[in-house]
């Protein structure tokens, strides 16, 4: 199975800050990496897909980059309701895995 | 405007069954893979099973092969997990997502609790 591991586990910032998270996977996986948020209480939202294509209807603060085993999800101009727990999941191959997620506070 | 809405999420005890219910209106649902993924306290998302859009091709997590099963009936727009031989590890919510070139739709979640 790949293994992703999302760094860091959790973070603070400030509104108005650009925050970056990390994900990285145990073996290659192309560009097969989305990137999802997840506030208490609501759906799952997809961000991202093929590692930086912006899902439709999402803001273009979110931007995604990476291939082979190193990507990164950039989240600029903060806001409040960016508070969450953000995943990186690849799908490469089955079985799909996700990262331990990221959770941002502000 | 494109909704999906799972159903079917209760309590139920150790080594019973449940039937999970994914719905969705707005969008061609069959014409759209559809997954279910589960978020149990503390452990983050987990993936679950897929099933293709002429359900004829289904995966599932190694976590729960041999015990859940993922259909779809088109006449309904409706995808079902059935789930058997439950444990207290699958309790979690359980979200349904339909995903195709053009969007990734996903409900609120329905909560599965195994408890005795």
């Known amino acids: 199975d790949i293994q992703m591991t999302q760094s860091p586990s959790s973070l603070s910032a400030s509104v108005g800050d650009r925050v970056t998270i990390a994900c990285r996977a145990s073996q290659d996986i192309g560009r097969y990496l989305a990137w999802f948020q997840l506030r208490p209480g609501k759906a799952p939202k997809s961000l991202i897909y093929l590692a930086s294509s912006l899902q439709s209807g999402v803001p273009s603060k979110f931007s995604g980059s990476g291939s082979g085993t190193d990507f990164t999800l950039t989240i600029n101009n903060l806001q409040p309701e960016d508070l969450a727990t953000y995943y990186c999941q690849q799908y490469q191959s089955f079985p799909l895995t996700f990262g331990r997620g990221t959770k941002v506070e502000i | 405007q494109a909704q999906v809405v799972e159903s079917g999420g209760g309590v139920v005890q150790p080594g019973g069954s449940l039937r999970l219910s994914c719905a969705a209106s707005g969008f061609t649902f069959t014409a759209y893979t559809v997954r279910w993924v589960r978020e149990a306290p503390g452990r983050g998302l987990e993936w679950v099973a897929l099933i293709s859009p002429e359900g004829s091709d289904k995966f599932y997590a190694d976590s729960v092969k041999g015990r859940f099963t993922i259909s779809r009936d088109k006449s309904k727009s409706t995808v079902s997990l059935l789930m058997d031989s439950l444990g207290t590890e699958d309790t979690a919510i359980y979200y349904c997502?339909?995903?195709?070139?053009?969007?990734?739709?996903w409900g609120q979640g329905t909560l599965v609790t195994v408890s005795s």
């Open positions: 997502g339909a995903l195709n070139t053009d969007a990734d739709y």
